[in-house]
């Protein structure tokens, strides 16, 4: 049974990567625009379902795996910054306080329900100094990553500890994911 993974992601398939070495890699367009309202925990599942869909449409007869992550503060989710300034806010709003990450998970098979879950880490900041901020920043680090870090970068310099799963963190809920894999026969 093939996988697919519907993700450009490095982290992701990395760590899809201790699971298998037996997948394909296969980035797909999503609107990832979230619905007013709607609870965070089921637009991460929501959105990797429509992930897991779009690879599904390219690979019928493949296992696809979507995966999203958000990082949340106050109720509120932190996408990925536009620009540097807009990290600078968003890592000054995380820091000294506790924040969630909540990673979706759609597994896919050629036949049947997708196989959903959300996991919910608490990741707590330390109260850093303005001037750790900037050489974070200019790592180039925080552009690319939801709520502007990188638990397994140099962000981890900011973090004082978390509660939950490291790699949901990182974006895929790594032994959820074997374990869901593992019933479909498909590792």
Do not use: W
């Amino acid at each position: 049974m093939s996988i697919v993974l519907a993700s450009g992601s490095p982290r992701r398939r990395e760590l899809l990567a201790l699971i298998t070495e037996n997948f394909t890699v296969c980035p797909v367009d999503a609107d990832e625009t979230l619905r007013p309202g709607a609870p965070l925990d089921e637009e991460v599942v929501r959105l990797s379902c429509l992930k897991a869909e779009a690879a599904q449409a390219l690979h019928p007869d493949a296992v696809c795996i979507g995966s999203d992550t958000m990082v949340t503060i106050d109720g509120l989710p932190l996408g990925k910054p536009s620009d540097e300034k807009q990290a600078a806010d968003m890592l000054r709003r995380l820091r000294g306080r506790t924040h969630e990450v909540l990673t979706g998970l759609a597994v896919l098979p050629p036949a049947g329900e997708a196989r959903t879950l959300c996991t919910h880490t608490r990741v707590t900041f330390r109260d850093f100094a303005e001037d750790e901020l900037a050489a974070y920043l200019a790592t180039g680090e925080p552009l690319d990553k939801a709520g502007a870090y990188g638990i397994q970068g140099h962000g981890a310099l900011l973090i004082r500890g978390i509660e939950g799963d490291y790699y949901s963190v990182m974006g895929l809920p790594v032994a959820p994911l074997y374990e869901i894999l593992r019933r479909l026969g498909a590792v």
